[in-house]
């Protein structure tokens, strides 16, 4: 089975930088996405093809790509910005979606 | 802007089948090339796809849930629908609806989500 692997958890202050990995063989062949979510909300798309934002997001959430990792990065943290974010891709064959198990950023 | 809300019994006996609907509401489920997905989500742990049907009624399922695991579309009514036979309390979790883009570009995610609606398997 397909898996990716991310840090369960990352604390940052207020203002600094947070960046959250992402790893799987199939990342070199599929692009991957990022959610937000909140308690009691719905998963939220963030990042899209690897890099791209999506529509109303913040200018502070990025994302890169190299080889089987790629990297969320919330630049100049906000307390707002405290939530679960979730990596996804799909399998080689693009029929099999996965995430990974989600990584609860802390803003402390 | 397209809405999805999930419905369907909030508790479901062990052993027996979980049925949930997902409505469609702001454009017909036709309009446009999608998937509709089913995600997952148990109290406090992370996501996890079910499956997933194009409008033409064609399926893929989680193969860790193919043997358990029905999904099927109704255009007429602008409604999908989850079937999962068997269910433990491994099954109770909160079951969102999901609107996956199908646009020939090998981009596979999801775009819009419905509110979730959480099923407890207990007797």
């Known amino acids: 089975s397909y898996e990716l692997t991310q840090p369960p958890s990352v604390s940052v202050s207020p203002g600094q930088t947070a960046r959250i990995t992402c790893s799987g063989d199939?990342?070199?062949?599929?692009?991957a996405f990022w959610y937000q979510q909140k308690p009691g909300q719905a998963p939220m798309l963030v990042i899209y093809?690897?890099?791209e934002r999506a529509s109303g997001i913040p200018e502070r959430f990025s994302g890169s790509s190299s080889g089987t990792t790629v990297t969320l990065t919330i630049s100049g943290v906000q307390a707002e910005d405290e939530a679960d974010y979730y990596c996804?891709?799909?399998?080689?064959?693009?029929?099999?979606?996965?995430f990974g198990i989600g990584t609860k950023v802390t803003v402390l | 802007q397209v809405q999805l809300q999930e419905s369907g019994p909030g508790l479901v006996t062990p052993s027996q089948t979980l049925s949930l609907t997902c409505t469609v509401s702001?454009?017909?489920?036709?309009?446009?090339?999608?998937?509709w997905s089913w995600v997952r989500q148990p109290a406090g742990k992370g996501l996890e796809w079910i499956g997933r049907?194009?409008?033409?009624?064609?399926?893929n399922y989680n193969p860790s849930l193919k043997s358990r695991v029905a999904i099927s579309v109704e255009t007429s009514k602008n409604q999908v629908s989850l079937k999962l036979s068997s269910v433990t309390a491994a099954d109770t979790a909160v079951y969102y609806c999901?609107?996956?883009?199908?646009?020939?570009?090998?981009?596979?995610?999801?775009?819009?989500w419905g509110r979730g609606t959480l099923v407890t398997v207990s007797s």
């Open positions: 999901a609107r996956a883009p199908n646009n020939g570009d090998y981009l596979y995610y999801f775009d819009y």
């Open positions: 702001g454009g017909s489920i036709t309009s446009g090339t999608y998937y």
């Open positions: 049907v194009s409008t033409s009624g064609s399926t």
């Open positions: 199939a990342l070199t062949k599929q692009y």
């Open positions: 093809k690897d890099t």
């Open positions: 996804q891709s799909a399998d080689s064959s693009g029929i099999h979606y996965v």
